[in-house]
Each structure stands twice: as C-alpha cells, then as structure tokens.
C-alpha cells in the first residue's frame, strides 16, 4: 500500500445479500498459495486484505459465521453469506475477532489491493508463475517486522494492545 489517502471499498457476496464497506487501508495484503487455501477456496491461492474488523462496516445482510478447520489446529471462523454461501471474509483464532482477512475478489473493485507479498509458495500450483519482481515470495510464512509497513505493524501493535472486548 502506498501512502495516498484510502478511498472506502464496498464488498458483497455473489447474490447480493451481505454488503459491507472496507473503511481502512489493509495492513497487508496475502496472496497465500497453501494447500488449506487452495482447497477451501476451491482456487489456486486465496488473496486477503488484513484489516481491522472494526474498519469493516456491514452494510447489508448478516453473514453466518463457520468454523472451520486450518492446518495449525487451530481453526478459523469464515464468515459467509447465509443464502449463496460466498466467503466475504475470515477471522483466524490467533488475532481472534480483531483482524478480519477480507476476501479480495468480493470487493467492487478488486484490482485497487494487488498482493503485497506471496506466502507458502512451496505449495503453490506448478503453473502460477510469480513475475512481480517487487512483490516478495516465501516459501512458508515470513517475519512481520521483515515484510509489514511501519505503520501497519503500528496499527497491529495498537489493536492487540486493546483490553479485550474492546475491538
């Protein structure tokens, strides 16, 4: 992300039925190519804009959160439309409800938050060629303090800092 003011993403479902507004900038953007992502976006990666879910507005509907198995044990809820069954976004348990990993291509505009970085790309499909130079690739997973924006880890540092029940 660059430093120029952030103009608010809208978002929806496929039908229609869940709506909801992006109101910051993403602390990071994954393009994750593991096989967990793959499988449950039935994709070739998953690309996740990590925001804090008190910057994600729900405008419409009311999405039916599942809990769903991922490959550290430790799960993840997916929030998903109730009538067409469209991931809007996920909370993963280690950041709990603070951090909502919104799902790019349920965005209006999708090509506005291209990936920052490609992550467990030891898995990713033989034919998914990664040609930005610019835009870091791991194997696994990487180290924050390496990858993120100052500020980002800011705005992450502040969220976790929050008594709980505060988000």
């Known amino acids: 992300m660059d430093d120029t003011p952030f103009t608010p993403l809208d978002g929806r479902c496929t039908c229609g039925d869940v709506r909801y507004r992006m109101h910051a900038a993403p602390l990071i953007v994954h393009c994750c190519h593991c096989r967990w992502c793959q499988r449950e976006t039935g994709a070739s990666f998953a690309l996740n804009a990590l925001v804090e879910t008190e910057c994600v507005e729900l405008l419409a509907g009311r999405p039916e959160a599942v809990d769903t198995p991922s490959e550290s044990g430790q799960g ?7 009538r067409c069954r469209v991931a809007v976004w996920s909370h993963y348990s280690a950041a709990a ?6 799902r790019v291509g349920t965005l209006d505009e999708p090509d506005r ?8 790309t030891a898995s990713k499909q ?19 303090s390496q990858v993120w924006p100052a500020a980002s880890l800011a705005r992450r540092e502040a969220l976790l800092q929050r008594p709980a029940g505060r988000a």
């Open 97 to 102: 409800d603070l951090l909502a990993f919104v």
């Open 76 to 82: 993840q809820k997916i929030l998903r439309c109730p």
């Open 113 to 120: 938050l291209p990936p920052d970085v490609h992550i467990f």
């Open 126 to 144: 033989p034919w998914v060629t990664l040609a930005d130079a610019g835009v870091p690739a791991f194997a696994q997973y990487y180290q924050r």
